[in-house]
């Protein structure tokens, strides 16, 4: 779909510079980011996206909506309000966001005391995992809710009602995000209550300990 007059272009024919002529500025990446698990309404993008102003919100939106990254579509009652979800051609930025997320974390200068949504932690998770075993489990974040299991195959995310699984979490994103990155044990946070844990501690470590914020070793090489 052609761009907007006034919207700024690379002009190349390079196809990496295409693609950044249709999601390179700013902010846009991160808006397909929070519409990664599912639509949200303009507030709750708005929410996952502090340092946003509503205006360059609103024009993100509209230049996305216009290369056909997005869509507006009303919710399902009782909601039954009008949002935003991402096409299938906005979809398939989900491995773009995973490889960004690997890329990152082995890049010096990453602040974790910095805002970070429910959706981007999620999405962290899912690119970070070493995947290990089977679990289930229920995160609950700031009204937001998901269902995540593991398999051989890595992490499976889908946004819930409630956390269910056999164990859950509970809190802030960024305290959440220092429990399955950080150094202190599962039974030493639970204690501390900065993240409300249920289940078992035993299992729950296991599933903590799945997760590493570093570069992950592609399939083939010694860990």
Known sequence: ??????????????????????????????VARELMLGPKRFGAIRAGLPGVASNILTRRLEDLERAGILRRRSLPAPASAPAYELSESGLGLRPVLRELCRWGA?????????????????????????????????????????????????????????AIGEMSFTGHPNDMAAT??????????????????TGDLGRGQGFVDLFRLRRPVPAGEDA
């Not at 761009?3 to 390079?14: F, I, P, V």
């Not at 429910?118 to 809710?145: D, K, N, V």
């Open 1 to 30: 779909m052609a761009l907007a007059e006034n919207r700024k272009t690379y002009g190349e024919g390079c196809i990496a510079a295409h693609a950044l002529d249709l999601i390179g500025d700013r902010w846009a990446l991160l």
């Open 106 to 162: 082995a890049m010096p200068g990453h602040d974790p005391r910095l805002p970070i949504s429910p959706t981007s932690l999620m999405l962290s998770m899912e690119a970070m995992i070493h995947p290990a075993g089977r679990f289930t489990a229920g995160f609950e974040m700031e009204g937001e809710a998901f269902a995540l299991t593991t398999d051989a195959q890595g992490l499976h995310i889908r946004r819930t009602d409630a």
């Open 180 to 197: 399955i990155y950080g150094p202190v044990p599962l039974a030493d946070v639970a204690a501390s209550r900065r993240v409300r844990f």
